[in-house]
Nanobody, 125 residues
Framework: HVQLVESGGGSVQAGGSLTLSCAAS????????MAWFRQAPGKEREGVAQ?????????HYVDSVKDRFTISQDNANNTLYLQMNSLKREDTAMYYC?????????????????WGQGTQVTVSS
């Protein structure tokens, strides 16, 4: 079993920055895929970014966050990050960390069996 714990959410004004973290523990493969998803009120959960650990291969972003968000990982500490810059009101959502103990594939909710509890990001104008 894999446990994921997110942190770093909060409230920020539009144009500001936040960094989310996700600490993974438990039975972790030598190579695995980690991702960030988000869900805004009344909307479906959407994939934001993914990365393969520890190679940092297969990085993929949803179009709406390209050039603003950066996904990265600290393999030594089994920690995933999401650096979010130039935040917009439409980035407001609950952000979730997810993991799959295999190679990255499509950035789809159904591919990831392990999920954190989420951390709220609120962007105000």
């Amino acid at each position: 079993h894999v446990q994921l714990v997110e942190s770093g959410g909060g409230s920020v004004q539009a144009g500001g920055s936040l960094t989310l973290s996700c600490a993974a523990s438990g039975y972790i493969s030598n190579r695995y895929c980690m991702a960030w998803f988000r869900q805004a009120p009344g909307k479906e959960r959407e994939g934001v970014a993914q990365i393969e650990v520890p190679t940092a291969d297969s990085i993929h972003y949803v179009d709406s966050v390209k050039d603003r968000f950066t996904i990265s990982q600290d393999n030594a500490n089994n920690t995933l990050y999401l650096q979010m810059n130039s935040l917009k009101r439409e980035d407001t959502a609950m952000y979730y960390c997810a993991a799959e103990m295999g190679y990255c594939s499509r950035l789809q909710e159904s591919y990831f069996p392990y999920w954190g509890q989420g951390t709220q990001v609120t962007v105000s104008s």
